[in-house]
């Protein structure tokens, strides 16, 4: 007596095949956009690898600079604020128009 299987049967195995080859491509392609360069053709040509020496007129350049100390940079970097604008910004202020804001949120009417 032959056993047969039944149509289900062979339904599931295309399907369960279907879904594992999907699977592969998805997961390749996971794969592919983690491991691929976020740079351009344009971007790769233009990064120089570092070869790690530095030119001595660099390093002289360097030691040549001003030094400055912290209580220095504290003094030359303070602003002193002032309590009040200036008299050009009053004069800025006074002469411009005074131009009403009109919209569908606002309480003033446009004059036709």
């Known amino acids: 007596m032959k056993v047969t299987r039944t149509l289900s049967s062979?339904?599931?195995?295309?399907?369960?095949?279907?879904?594992?080859i999907v699977g592969g491509i998805?997961?390749?392609?996971?794969?592919s956009a983690a491991v691929k360069s976020q740079a351009t053709k344009a971007q790769?040509?233009?990064?120089?690898?570092?070869?790690?020496?530095?030119?001595q007129t660099t390093i002289d350049n360097l030691?040549?600079?001003?030094?400055?100390?912290?209580?220095?940079?504290g003094v030359i970097l303070s602003a002193e604020p002032t309590p009040?604008?200036?008299?050009?910004a009053t004069v800025l202020i006074e002469t411009e128009p005074e131009v009403p804001?009109?919209?569908p949120g606002n309480n003033i009417q446009e004059t036709p």
């Open 10 to 20: 062979y339904v599931l195995l295309v399907g369960v095949m279907g879904l594992s």
């Open 26 to 31: 998805v997961a390749y392609q996971l794969y």
């Open 44 to 55: 790769v040509e233009a990064i120089k690898p570092l070869d790690g020496v530095i030119n």
């Open 63 to 73: 030691n040549k600079r001003t030094k400055y100390s912290d209580s220095e940079m």
């Open 84 to 88: 009040m604008a200036s008299e050009a």
């Open 101 to 103: 804001v009109t919209g």
